[in-house]
Each structure stands twice: as C-alpha cells, then as structure tokens.
C-alpha cells in the first residue's frame, strides 16, 4: 500500500514538473509572436487535466493575437470563474468582447437584490464557506474569553465581541448558501458557431426567433435532446443547437 502511494506521488510530481516546464516553453513561444505554436503547447498542459486561471488567461491572450473571437472570450471567462476579482482578466475580456458583432443589452438590477448579488459575488462559495468556519471559531475563542474573565469592562467587551462574531458568521453561511445556490444555476456558454438561428421550439421546422454570432455570451436554462434552450442578458429566449455553443463552467 505504501509502495503505491509514493508511486503515485512521484507520478503527480513528474506530472506537475513536466507542465512547468512546457508551460514555460509556450510562455516563450508567445512571447517570440509564435502564438499557434504557443497554444499547441499550452493544449498539452490542458490534456492533463490542469485548470488554472494563468493558463486559461494564456490561452486566451494567443487565441485574441490569432483573432479567434470566441476561443478567446471563452478561455478569457474560464479564468475568471477561477480568479473572478482579477483585474487583468477583465480588462482583456473587455478588449475580446469589442471583437464580436452582437450588441446585446443587459438588463439592469435594481435594488436590495442588486446589492446582495454583488456582495456574494465578491467572495467564492469556498471563500464564504472558509470564512464562516473563521469567523465560529473566533466566536468560541471570545465566548470562552467572556466565560473565564470576571472583569466588567473586559467581559461586556468579550461579550460584545462574540455576539458580534456570530452575527457576521450567520451572515458569510447564508451568502454561503445563497453563493452556492447561484453558482447551481449559472450555466453560461459562449456561442462558436459562426452565426447561429436561434429557433423559437427546439426543432428545425420552428421559427427563426433571431440571430447569434461568435463569442456571444448565453445562459442556458434547459436541455432537450441536442438543443438547448437559452437565454441573453437582455432576456430574450430561444433553442440553439447543443454544438453551437460551448458551456464555460464544464471543466
């Protein structure tokens, strides 16, 4: 049994060692302008099941040099599910998104739901998750401080302090749930076909609804045979064929 864990520990290291240095390599490649010869590179590190905010990043920086619109702003929003606070990522995308042809509104929210929305997308479900788990464990330290001290001042302070703590610690496990909740739901995809009918009935003898072009970004909300129904930022819906697009959060 001992033997097979340090085999697979030296595989997993040889492994590791071995994107490195072909991470490196493609790093120079790109750096030269061989951005094809680049990407080939960066696909091995992919083929072994590797996912890191750096590499997607790099993917999409070749893909954007190469002009491929819908790799790019794809790989650009893999990286960003991974780093979503990332600035550079952002930035990029934004650049990626001026290359495609449809314009598509979003459709503004208002409100308390706007501003819970944006404070749980400030923090992954892991981190909402890590930090409840901090925040209890400072409250049993202060509760513990408050239950031994026998000062006034020190144990109104300590009793302050512990309540105030598993208030917040209530709150970080709701917008846990609510994160989680959210992340179950968000489906997105990028569509790569080239122009794309969007169909009003998942069958081809439906009616056009309307057309979508490369990188554009869909929800989708639904699955029937090889169609999928989606939805745009603007709150339009319609049936797209499964290869049409390509779903983001499948890793």
Do not use: C
Request: glycine share 2%.
């Amino acid at each position: 049994m001992k033997n097979i864990f340090y085999i697979l520990l030296f595989f997993f290291v040889s492994v590791s060692a071995q994107n490195e240095k072909i991470f490196e390599q493609a790093n120079t490649l790109y750096n030269t302008g061989s951005f094809a010869e680049a990407l080939d590179r960066y696909k091995v590190i992919l083929e072994t099941d590797k996912h890191s905010a750096e590499l997607y990043f790099n993917i999409a920086n070749a893909h954007y040099k190469l002009n491929h619109i819908a790799p790019s702003i794809y790989y650009y929003e893999k990286a960003l599910l991974l780093k979503p606070n990332d600035e550079d990522i952002k930035n990029n995308l934004a650049f990626a998104n001026n290359m495609r042809i449809d314009a598509i509104d979003t459709l503004p929210e208002v409100g308390l739901k706007r501003f819970v929305k944006k404070a749980a997308n400030s923090l992954t479900v892991d981190s909402w998750a890590k930090l409840s788990v901090f925040l209890v464990v400072l409250f049993v330290l202060f509760y513990l401080l408050y239950y031994f001290t026998f000062k006034t001042g020190k144990k109104r302070f300590y009793f302050i302090s512990s309540f105030t703590l598993i208030v917040l610690a209530f709150i970080a496990l709701a917008f846990t749930f609510y994160t989680y909740n959210l992340s179950k739901k968000y489906s997105p995809a990028i569509v790569f076909a080239k122009e794309s009918q969007v169909k009003s009935e998942p069958n081809l003898r439906s009616d056009e609804a309307f057309v979508l072009h490369e990188g554009t970004k869909v929800q989708v909300l639904d699955t029937v045979k090889n169609w999928k129904k989606i939805q745009l930022s603007d709150g339009k819906t319609g049936w797209l064929k499964n290869e049409d697009i390509k779903l983001l959060n499948v890793f």
